[in-house]
Each structure stands twice: as C-alpha cells, then as structure tokens.
C-alpha cells in the first residue's frame, strides 16, 4: 500500500493575510478523500514567504482541525531554511502539532556533502524523538544530496524514515534504493510510476490540491494497467501546473473551483498572464472531459 501526502497551498484574502476561511474549505476538500496527509510549510505552501509567527499559527490551525474533526490524518511540516540554529529553533515551537518533521537540504550556502550531513545530524539529534523525512530538491537549494549522503544520514539518525526526493534523476532513486532501505516518497508528480516502480513507497504531491479523488484513485489501484491509464489521463495537468512557477497555477485553478477565494502569491511571485491562464483552463476542463 502506498501513501498519497499532499503539499498544500497557503492561500491569501485579497490583503495578503493568511485567509483561513479558504484554508478551512481546502482542508474539508482534501481531508474528506483518501489521502494519507498532507504537508504544510512547503515549497507549495510559500513557506519562505512566511513569518515564522505566521507559520506557527497556520500549523496550530491545521493541526486544531485535525484533532477537532477527529481526522486520522498524518501532518507533515516543513522546517527548511539554511540556518541550522533558526530551523532548531522553529522546530522547537511546532514539533507537537504534527507527526513528522520535514527538513530540506540547506539552500543557497550551497553546502558540501559533510555540510548537509552535519546540517541534518545536529537536527535530528537535538528533536531525538521526532521522526525526520528529508528532502532534495537542487533545483531549489542549489546543490544535490548524494545518494552516498542520504546513505550516510539514514544509518547514523534512526529518526529519520523517509526522503521525499524531487532530483528528477531515475539513477539517483536506484543508487538511494540500493544502498540504503530508506522510504522515497516521489516529489514530482509526473514521477511518481517510475518512482513508484523502483521501489518507491509514495508521492507528496502538488496536483493533489486540485483533485485528491482522482490521484488516490491511481495511487491506491493495484492493477498496473489501470494505474497507467489513470496516471496518463492526469499526465497533461501534471504537467501543466508547473507552466509558472509553484504554486501560482496550482492557486489559480483551485479559486477556479471556488476552494479558494483568491489565487494571490507573496512577491516576489506575481500573477499569471492571460495567455497561460487560458492554458491551464484549457487543460483543466479537458481532464474534466476525459
């Protein structure tokens, strides 16, 4: 059985605060599907655009939800920056409102391999009784953690159970897999059958937000034959939301749908222009007919 974790998306009133009547309608959205969890505070949750006052009160937020409503729901939350001290601190303040912690290759410093080790190891020491999933993401934090590293990582820190790993590199996956028993989550959603198929053990998606129905539909589904046709029914919207940077069209669509009230992003993200707007309608209402 796979698992199906969602980014989700910070959405923001028509001032740019935090809007939590649009995060309570997205919450029901996806809280009432299949999917395992979700993750707040990442990549697709703006996190850098966030005071840390702010990203405590959103976790608070979701996770009174969660225990109000009696959800099952795992929470995931993120605590990536590129201060090691400030990332400790942080955690410190949300580590009872979720049940894993998130941590991101140190971006920009662009750190070396013993870098991120030591990055990670004083973390995971400090939250010893926490549960730890890394992530790679080089295409955002500038440098790539080698299979050799997370090898490394995942034997010396028993807390850590999970990499979500967003390399884009199949190589990377089986050079992960055969080292080391670590769970891979796929990061891409577009990657999630070869992932999946190499060993993987899920997918923390983007396009869930849109339609959490119909991709636990193919996550869960043991046939293969089936699953790659649903997979290749959603495959021109998967790709289709990263038309701009994420998560402005993962927004757009999702006001489209009236889950959001707003599609607004934090500079120094700004809106779509008309022209990819009728894109991401098009494809959307072409999936809708599929």
Known sequence: MK??????????????HIDYK???????????????????????????????????????FIWSYKITNNYRKQIIVGIGGNNTTECIEFGKTIKDYCNYIMITVPHYNKPSQNGIYEHFKTICNYFENT???LYNIPSRTGVNMTPKCVER??????????IKESSGSINQ??????SCNI????????S??????L????????????????LSEMIFCEDPEEQLKLFYKMYDLMKIIFIDTNPVPIKYLLQQLNIIDNYNVRLPLVDLDDENKEKLENCFNSFLKY
């Open 3 to 16: 698992d199906l974790f969602v980014a989700i998306i910070t959405p923001f009133d028509e001032n740019f």
């Open 22 to 60: 649009s995060l309570t309608r997205l919450l029901n959205h996806l809280f009432n599907s299949p999917i395992t969890g979700i993750v707040v505070l990442g990549t697709t949750g703006e996190a850098p655009c966030l005071s840390n006052t702010e990203k405590l009160n959103l976790v608070k």
């Open 131 to 133: 549960k730890f999933i």
């Open 153 to 162: 990582c995942y034997k010396d820190f028993k807390n850590i159970v999970s």
């Open 173 to 178: 996956i089986m050079d992960i897999k055969s």
């Open 183 to 190: 769970n891979i989550f796929s990061g891409d959603d577009v």
């Open 192 to 197: 999630i059958i070869s992932t999946n198929s």
């Open 199 to 214: 060993g993987g053990v899920g997918l923390i998606s983007v396009i869930g937000n849109l339609i959490p129905n119909q």
